[in-house]
């Protein structure tokens, strides 16, 4: 077995032991890195030579018996959007091509500074978090590493394709509307999207304030449940970041899961959602059940809104957001800076930015307009709260709830790239869980018949992270699929 096959609490494990070292464990990376690499395409940029110094320093460190925080130089695969000091960070975007943040992220600083991970590189995403698929990066698609003529999911395709392959142990992304439980889905890999608060987004860089949130992306439970617990907390440059106990996420994951009520909702098991999935899901649901789960049928009546609802939020947000970017004030300017000020704006903002951030960046301004911002940005805003409620009313009822993460398994590259309405839809099963600001995972479930993975969605009331790890955890022991390895090849039969 290589070591990038193993899950990151047994390296820590094999390290503790001496049975490896932390230069051993990064090399082997960087190894399977140049193997992989150029089918995959899953970086944007890597750190090899400073990751070696690190690994050899604290391997020095850990046999002078210093103490070296509690990731033992596991190697970390960082989205692009999170700032890594003096490292570029670009968003998959011209616009901040040369970017060296000046700090890093709240969580860059707990993992690696407080806890001793080794960042290896920045991973491939569609350009500021937008899509479904990492094909809307200026740096071109990432591959999934199923079947490399498919997508790997999106936004955080490269950190989802990067545990999947074994060129990174652990992993961060972000999720406005499913973008680490999308490509966790489609690259057989854990995601978990925590609470809105639980992490400080400190360092993230912005597309929809309201709905970002920061999770982890990792081959298995257990994993994402020990990175959890070292990036939750308050942050005072987070004025969003929940002061709230952290609960003790990996002990909770053996507990027997015999009293709970899971709710099964009607509605995400609608027209739409591929056969296969849903009878893996079904099954997974069964066994939940043999597990000494109860379930029960639940009602989200809203579900049909929530996508119109999410898109209408997350464009209007991001139209603001992205107003910085002008070449003057943010971002790379043009070339060419012919005519005035307006003129100059325009064309940097023209040709840095891509067809699908211009086009949320159109729709979102025309939303938040004087004469359509009632019609448009305030009712959304009022369904949003009918969503909430929603869950609100669910989780009276049942203790998490379960469907499937994504309508179908991953599809071709570019088979939605001219069809933006098409990839929107399929975020239907994630985005609603932004838009009520709960925390949830995506494990996998099993195979459809081109032995594509198949995700399975636990959805948590606020704060509950250790109520949907738990369930995921007992239901990850009993399928015992997550050791596979993805193969990299081209996939179908
Ligand atoms: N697919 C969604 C979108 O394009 C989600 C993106 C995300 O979560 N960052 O907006």
Request: proline share 4%; aromatic share 10%; net charge negative.
């Amino acid at each position: 077995m290589k070591l990038y096959e193993f899950m990151a609490y047994e390296l820590i494990e094999k390290i503790r032991n001496k049975e490896i070292s932390i230069l051993e464990l990064a090399e082997t990376c960087f190894e399977r890195i140049e193997e992989t690499e150029l089918i995959l395409h899953s970086f944007v940029n890597l750190s090899k030579e400073k990751a070696l110094e690190e690994a050899k320093s604290l391997d020095k460190d850990l046999k002078e018996d210093k103490k070296i925080g509690r990731l033992y130089g596991l190697p970390l695969a960082n989205k692009d959007l999170i700032c890594v000091k003096n490292f570029p960070t670009t968003c998959g975007s011209k616009i901040l091509h040369d970017y060296h943040p000046p700090y890093n992220a709240f969580v860059i600083d707990r993992l690696v500074k407080h806890e001793g991970a080794i960042h290896i590189g920045n991973t491939n995403m569609d350009e500021f978090a937008m899509g479904s698929s990492t094909e809307n990066s200026c740096y071109g698609p990432t591959y999934n590493p199923w079947d490399i003529s498919r997508v790997p999911g999106g936004s955080s395709g490269g950190s989802a394709a990067s545990i999947a392959s074994g060129q990174a142990i652990l992993s961060l992304g972000s999720d406005t509307g499913g973008s680490i439980r999308c490509p966790a889905a489609f690259c057989g890999t854990v995601g978990l999207k925590p609470t809105y608060g639980r992490v400080s987004r400190y360092g993230l860089v912005a597309f929809a304030n309201s709905l970002d949130q920061i999770g982890t992306i990792t081959k298995c439970v257990y994993d994402s449940a020990l990175m959890l617990e070292i990036i939750s907390g308050k942050d005072l440059l987070d004025s969003t970041s929940v002061d709230m106990k952290i609960d003790n996420y990996t002990e909770e994951l053996k507990k027997p899961i015999d009293k709970k009520i899971i709710g099964v909702p009607m509605e995400f098991f609608g027209e739409g959602i591929d056969n296969e999935v849903e009878s893996a899901v079904r099954k997974a649901i069964d066994k939940l059940e043999r597990l000494g789960a109860k379930t029960i049928d639940i009602s989200i009546p809203h579900l049909e809104y929530t996508v119109a609802t999410y898109y209408l939020l997350c464009m209007s947000e991001a139209s603001s957001n992205l107003a910085r970017y002008d070449g003057l004030r943010y971002g790379n300017m043009s070339d060419n800076l012919s005519g005035d000020v307006y003129d100059v704006f325009s064309r940097t903002r023209g040709e840095k930015f891509g067809p699908e951030v211009r086009r949320r960046i159109f729709l979102g301004t025309f939303a938040l307009s004087a004469g359509y911002y009632n019609m448009f940005y305030i009712k959304a805003l009022k369904v949003r709260s009918l969503i909430k409620n929603d869950f609100v009313e669910a989780f009276k009822k049942c203790d998490s709830i379960v469907c499937p993460t994504m309508p179908s398994t991953a599809f071709q590259i570019g088979e939605f790239i001219d069809d933006p309405l098409q990839m929107y839809i399929a975020d239907i099963l994630t985005c609603p869980v932004n838009l009520a600001g709960i925390p949830a995972l995506s494990i996998p479930c099993g195979f459809d018949s081109n032995d594509l993975p198949i995700g399975f969605q636990i959805i948590g009331d606020y704060f509950d992270e250790k109520g949907i790890l738990n369930i995921g955890y007992q239901l990850e022991q009993d399928l015992n699929i997550y050791r596979k390895i993805a193969p990299v090849t081209k996939g179908g039969k």
